[in-house]
């Protein structure tokens, strides 16, 4: 992915689903303004200092995660990678877990979101009342406010 701009979008309307070795975030495939429609899995990775303080950390954290979607086997994701836009957060957990086993969460995962529901469109959260943020309507107008009584100096 490319910008900050598609990162807010997938963290804006994407599908999280957590495991112990990384949090996957994503949301179905688009293509860019003017790109021919080529459905294909889109990720971005990405590792925070505040996850993994060592930049050598860092970096392998990324070559490991970067490795095991480019090796997944075949009959660990049978239809292939999910025609998607995904931010993959891996957590300190990837530099110690076995090769083959950060390669079954990331099939895990990618299958369990192919199946979870999508956001909501219109990127409007717990279902609000549109007319007013925060408030829910009950159909009763509200009461008129009571005029305050003056202090007197």
């Not at 490795?67 to 025609?83: I, K, S, V």
């Not at 192919?114 to 925060?134: D, F, H, I, L, V």
């Amino acid at each position: 992915m490319r910008g900050e701009r598609e990162f807010r979008k997938v963290r804006a309307h994407g599908v999280a689903v957590r495991h112990a070795l990384f949090t996957l975030r994503l949301t179905d495939y688009r293509p860019r303004y003017g790109e021919p429609w080529r459905p294909r899995a889109i990720i971005g990775l990405v590792v925070s200092k505040k996850t993994l303080k060592h930049a050598v950390d860092r970096n392998r954290a990324r070559r490991r995660v970067r490795e095991a979607l480019r090796t997944m086997p075949p009959e660990l994701l049978p239809q292939g990678l999910p025609a998607c836009r995904a931010i993959l957060l891996p957590n300190p957990g990837v530099l110690s877990a076995p090769f083959a086993e950060v390669q079954a969460a990331l099939a895990a995962a990618l299958t369990r979101a192919r199946q979870a529901p999508r956001a909501a469109k219109g990127g409007q959260r717990g279902g609000g009342n549109s007319s007013s943020p925060g408030r829910v309507s009950s159909g009763v107008p509200d009461p008129a406010p009571s005029p305050r009584p003056r202090s007197q100096p």
